[in-house]
T-cell receptor
Framework: KAGVTQTPRYLIKTRGQQVTLSCSPI?????VSWYQQTPGQGLQFLFE???????NKGNFPGRFSGRQFSNSRSEMNVSTLELGDSALYLC?????????????FGSGTRLTVV | DQQVKQNSPSLSVQEGRISILNCDYT??????FLWYKKYPAEGPTFLIS?????DKNEDGRFTVFLNKSAKHLSLHIVPSQPGDSAVYFC????????????FGQGTELSVKP
């Protein structure tokens, strides 16, 4: 079966712009989590959605937002981009809000802000 | 505040020998711990996990040990193989935290033939 699909794979944006990243979970999975990976901070939790509701949120500014649709697909949006937002953004999906081992990660979207 | 720490950024081991990757945590509320493996340009892949009610979990060549009093866990890979070369992340979660994992910085393992 298809894995977690993240689009686009690569993205270059200019400071001040906004960006939307997409995540299609494994079929049947209803929980989606987002992470940011940077060389300095490692993998940091952004937010988690289950059945279109945000269940958990990490310590990121309000410029970072997300949503989940009725088909479980999720998007995250970053407004007013800063150079420090350059990172690999990873999405993970699970059948339900389990404890990590049930989560399958996508290959990520590499965002570069110039 | 780094709640999960992997103090060794890299580790080099000879093929066939044991690889030991270490991880320390500070939050005593964490009750579930995981190890992920990551290759470049791919997302992390789940490797093995352990609940805080256990002190050891084994899966083939991989064993995770948990020392709650020391707030320390380790991943043992025996025997190490060149295909094990990757970045290994430990992660932790607390009660009812679902998919909110707190990751360490990662340790890059290199297994030399």
């Amino acid at each position: 079966k298809a894995g977690v699909t993240q689009t686009p794979r690569y993205l270059i944006k200019t400071r001040g712009q906004q960006v939307t990243l997409s995540c299609s979970p494994i079929s049947g999975h209803r929980s989606v989590s987002w992470y940011q990976q940077t060389p300095g901070q490692g993998l940091q939790f952004l937010f988690e959605y289950f059945s279109e509701t945000q269940r958990n949120k990490g310590n990121f500014p309000g410029r970072f937002s997300g949503r989940q649709f009725s088909n479980s697909r999720s998007e995250m949006n970053v407004s007013t981009l800063e150079l420090g937002d350059s990172a690999l953004y990873l999405c993970a999906s699970s059948l339900g809000p389990g404890q990590g081992q049930g989560y399958t990660f996508g290959s990520g979207t590499r965002l570069t802000v110039v | 505040d780094q709640q999960v720490k992997q103090n060794s950024p890299s580790l080099s081991v000879q093929e066939g020998r044991i690889s030991i990757l270490n991880c320390d945590y500070t939050n005593s509320m964490f009750d579930y711990f995981l190890w992920y493996k990551k290759y470049p340009a791919e997302g992390p892949t789940f490797l093995i996990s352990i609940s805080s009610i256990k002190d050891k979990n084994e899966d083939g060549r991989f064993t995770v040990f948990l020392n709650k009093s020391a707030k320390h866990l380790s991943l043992h890979i025996v025997p190490s193989q060149p295909g094990d070369s990757a970045v290994y992340f430990c992660a932790a979660s607390g009660p009812n935290q679902g998919g909110k994992l707190i990751f360490g910085q990662g340790t890059e393992l290199s297994v030399k033939p």
